[in-house]
């Protein structure tokens, strides 16, 4: 079954509780912290459907970490994907990514209609189950640069504060 990627940022928002005392939940009640990582921009969340490999991972986030005005890590959770079919989450297939790798935009995903519900049903399920993993700006770099050299990327979607002198290197 494919694995789907989301980056969070488990600094703001506290996904792991383990070895915390929680004796003011409920009984199978969360904190509320992790869904700010999993709040969708107008009932839809974006994923990426990873290689079973894991391979793409450094790829996805390399994408993600150009979006912004300089490299710093990227956290990151996996879950499977069939948790989305146990808690009635659809998935357009067809939605395409916005980022300056042709191919990582390939493995995007949409969760769509999400409902509060179904939101914390969601992360429920996933926060039990997912430790938060991430990767540290020095292989963000060395992506990138991989990724520039070797493709035709959209540098309209490369937001780094040092992008003419990139663009400059890399000869565009």
Do not use: C
């Amino acid at each position: 079954m494919p694995k789907l990627l989301r980056a969070i940022s488990a600094k703001k928002n506290r996904w792991v509780w383990d070895n915390l005392p929680l004796t003011w939940l409920d009984e199978g009640d969360i904190p509320a912290s992790p869904l700010g990582n999993l709040m969708p921009k107008t009932d839809k969340l974006s994923v990426y459907e990873i290689t079973d490999d894991r391979s793409s991972i450094n790829r996805i986030a390399t994408a993600l970490a150009v979006s912004k005005q300089k490299l710093d890590v990227i956290e990151y959770i996996v879950f499977e994907e069939s948790v989305l079919t146990e808690i009635g989450i659809e998935m357009d297939k067809q939605a395409p990514g916005e980022t300056y790798d042709p191919d990582v935009n390939l493995w995007h995903r949409d969760l769509v209609n999400i409902s509060a519900n179904k939101l914390v049903a969601l992360v429920k399920r996933i926060l039990p189950i997912t430790i938060p993993d991430f990767v540290l700006p020095k292989k963000l770099s060395e992506v990138f640069e991989e990724v520039a050299r070797s493709k035709n990327v959209d540098w309209g979607y490369v937001q780094l504060s040092n992008k003419k002198e990139l663009m400059q290197q890399f000869r565009v």
